[in-house]
């Protein structure tokens, strides 16, 4: 198998990154640079579609460690050629994205909500700060509130990312929820999950069918809708300060 600069390739199923273990198979890029010396590798710049769909873990390890998410050396026997799905424009879009929500430091409006809602400075996510959070939530969210996915949830990786069958992907969501979905809040149940945090029984507007979904997954589908802020600052809350 010969490579190029420009080609497009996509990891084996198998791949893992040798920092933190995650799997990379099905993720796609471009190659920027080879290296020849004795094996063969590839410097990866991935595609916008794998970096949309990038697991937010998989970001906040590389931000924490000092590693490089974007792109990656992989050898030549861990990539296949694949056709491109997007433009090195959409790269660039993506690439600033990531940028300005992970990278460009905190987010000062949500930053000043969530220590107005848990009245002190020490914004750390713990069982009693949860506790708080979901009292205001109580006493404060409107409804009715339509939200959808904030990204693909955990079920629906490898069908986003090309690597399991498209057809299957399209019945299961028939039954599961999507992040692709609207749903209705119905308001959190009484538990707050160790890991994922205040779930909300929601009801999917396509097919009235009930989820019990983490908030830290979902946003509103109007960013015109009064508790767009709340739902932001919760999710940042999560993803920086667990």
């Known amino acids: 198998m010969v490579l190029n600069k420009g ?11 040798q920092d933190n273990d995650t799997d990379l198979g099905g993720w796609q890029g471009r190659i920027e640079d080879i290296d020849k010396d004795k094996e063969t590798f590839v410097f990866i710049a991935w595609d916008s ?7 937010l873990e998989y970001i906040m390890s590389a931000l924490n460690e000092d590693y490089e998410y974007c792109q990656m050396w992989l050898e030549d026997k861990e990539v296949e050629p694949a056709e491109p799905r997007d433009r090195p424009e959409d790269v660039d ?12 430091g905190p987010k000062r409006e949500e930053e000043q909500l969530i220590k107005q809602i848990l009245n002190c400075e020490d914004l750390s996510v713990t069982e009693e700060t949860q506790n708080k959070f979901y009292k205001y939530l109580q006493e404060h969210i409107k409804y009715p509130c339509i939200v959808t ?9 490898p069908y986003v990312l090309g690597v399991f069958d498209d057809k299957e992907y399209q019945q299961l ?4 929820p999507s992040y692709t979905d609207r749903y209705n809040l119905k308001g959190p149940v009484k538990n707050i999950d160790e890991l994922y945090g205040i779930i909300f029984r929601t009801e999917r507007i396509s097919d009235n069918k009930l989820f019990k979904l983490p908030l830290w997954d979902l946003e509103t589908a109007d960013t015109q809708d009064s508790n767009t802020s709340l739902l932001k600052a919760y999710s940042f809350w999560m993803t920086n300060y667990r």
């Open 7 to 17: 080609d497009s390739v996509r990891a084996l199923p198998g791949v893992k990154d």
């Open 49 to 55: 579609i794998t970096l949309k769909h990038m697991p």
């Open 93 to 104: 879009e993506a690439v600033s994205e990531l940028f300005e929500k992970y990278e460009s």
């Open 149 to 157: 996915g904030t990204e693909d949830f955990s079920w629906e990786e």
């Open 173 to 176: 969501k028939k039954t599961k």
